[in-house]
């Protein structure tokens, strides 16, 4: 008869295994808690320590490591060899080994770090020609199904299964050396080696188009945001709603005060502080910096959306609204509107690094963060900014490093008005913002995430009625650049830092 070893910590519908396999004639070996759990359903059971000679020992911490066990998993039943080893030392071979480990990520420690059971299952998966191994509950209901079928489990899932137990191998492994790591302080932001364990945790309605599949997968050991916030309404969420989602979100926690930001196409397109402290308020000012850009975009609020936001929100087109919490009746207004996605959410985490795909790999760098410390900053003309042009610079500068370079971002009093994004030359998107702006930003100032390579582009923001500027510099021109300011009467702040963001 077929002989199978279960030994699982996960013990969700391991009876129902246990016994459609007893009542296909097979042998059950079990030890601890699983062999009770199965002896307590009534079923015939050989424990692990009758099987081997020994018992459990060392806190548990050996129980099935020993060569009766595991020559039964690995012996390769076409060698001659290894049949007849197992003949002279009277072992049997196991043909399902059905192991799952200790949950080593839900609480991290050195005695859940699994060792007999990463072991079952690398011998069974290696041995897979002749062994099915099973490591997840949801897989149990397709072994029963052949096996009640055709008395085996076929080679085409036995391939799969080992594929899926390499996997979750690997993945375990990850975890406890990230863990490590971290004890011993040699958590390297860029190690030579990237250990990224990720588990899918949503699947999308579709990718960045319709005919893409797409998913959201959470990094292991990580917290994110978005597996705590709540969906009150709408549609599904797509690749392309979480993708902007995420950055209007982190965006518009980057302000103390009451604030909201409008994201279309990953790039703002309207961005607000409050200075009464009205939510509604802030949403108004930001949907006016480019209302026909906000058609269709996301919106996310820093305070909790009041009646009076929810009702200037409701004639605009919007894809998602998203903000720390709802008042009651501003959720009434919102949920009439059924296509409208309402998600409450906690703040985001500071994230370590920016991750993106080429062929082959990865490029890895860490997150790019903003530095408000004025202190580092110089101002380089004769003009000096005045109180208010300070507040206005800093919120530029913020505004400005998440937009797509070449960006320029034209502000008055806590307002964007213009924001030009992703042009191949900063005069064009000086241009933009100026266009954008209609004369609305006179007076106010300029944010550039990286130095005015000629001075055309301070040009045309003095032409837009601009009265100071924040840019890293370092150009050889600068001097150009500062002579150009001195002559328009502006006062030009240097933050020697870019905030390239392509």
Not at 63 to 70: K, Q, R, S
Not at 329 to 348: C, F, G, H, Q, Y
């Amino acid at each position: 008869m077929p002989t199978a070893l279960l030994s699982v910590f996960d013990k969700t519908g391991i009876v129902e295994l246990a016994t459609a396999l007893s009542e296909a004639g097979w042998d059950l070996i079990s030890s601890g808690g699983t062999a009770k759990a199965l002896q307590d359903a009534g079923l015939v059971v050989t424990d692990v320590a009758d099987l081997t000679g020994y018992p459990a020992m060392l806190g548990h911490r050996v129980v099935t490591l020993h060569p009766t066990v595991h020559a039964g998993i690995l012996a390769d039943l076409d060698d001659a060899l290894h049949v007849t080893d197992l003949k002279t030392h009277n072992i049997a071979p196991i043909a399902l080994v059905v192991v799952n480990l200790y949950p080593f990520s839900d609480n991290p420690s050195i005695e859940l770090i699994d060792i007999g059971g990463p072991t079952l299952v690398r011998g069974a998966a290696k041995n897979h020609a002749h062994v099915a191994v099973v490591v997840r509950p949801s897989d149990y209901a397709r072994v029963i199904a052949e096996i009640q079928s055709t008395g085996a489990v076929s080679v085409h899932t036995r391939r799969d299964l080992a594929a899926i137990a390499f996997t979750e191998i690997a993945h375990y492994d990850i975890a406890i050396a990230r863990w490590m790591a971290a004890q011993e302080s040699v958590d390297e932001l860029l190690p030579e080696h990237l250990l990224i364990g990720t588990t899918r945790v949503q699947e999308l309605r579709y990718g960045e188009n319709p005919h893409q599949s797409g998913a959201r997968y959470r990094f292991d050991g990580g917290t994110s945001w978005w597996d705590t916030a709540v969906q009150h309404g709408g549609k599904e969420l797509s690749y392309l709603n979480l993708y902007d989602t995420e950055a209007a979100w982190r965006l518009v926690n980057q302000f103390a005060s009451a604030s909201c930001v409008i994201v279309k196409h990953a790039n703002p397109c309207g961005v607000a502080v409050s200075t009464q402290g009205s939510i509604a308020e802030a949403y108004s000012l930001a949907n006016a910096c480019d209302p026909v850009s906000a058609f269709g975009g996301i919106v996310a609020a820093n305070r909790a959306v009041t009646r009076e936001m929810a009702e200037a929100l409701a004639p605009v087109f919007t894809e998602v609204v998203v903000a720390p919490s709802f008042d009651a009746d501003a959720l009434e207004v919102l949920l009439a509107k059924k296509n409208l996605r309402v998600i409450s959410a906690s703040t985001p985490s500071a994230r370590r690094l920016d991750i993106r795909s080429i062929d082959g790999g990865l490029l890895v760098q860490n997150a790019d963060a903003v530095n408000l410390d004025r202190s580092t900053w110089k101002v380089v003309t004769k003009t000096q900014p005045t109180a208010a042009q300070w507040e206005d610079l800093a919120f530029a500068w913020q505004v400005c490093a998440v937009v797509s370079s070449n960006a320029i971002v034209f502000a008055k009093d806590q307002q964007a008005f213009g924001i030009g994004a992703g042009q191949q030359n900063r005069l064009d998107s000086a241009r933009i913002a100026a266009e954008r702006s209609a004369g609305r930003a006179l007076g106010g100032v300029c944010a550039s995430d990286a130095f005015f390579p000629f001075r055309d582009g301070l040009d045309a923001t003095a032409a837009a009625g601009i009265k100071a500027v924040i840019q890293p510099g370092g150009s050889v021109r600068d001097e150009e650049v500062i002579a150009a300011a001195d002559e328009h009467g502006i006062a030009m702040v240097f933050t020697s830092e870019r905030h390239f963001k392509h």
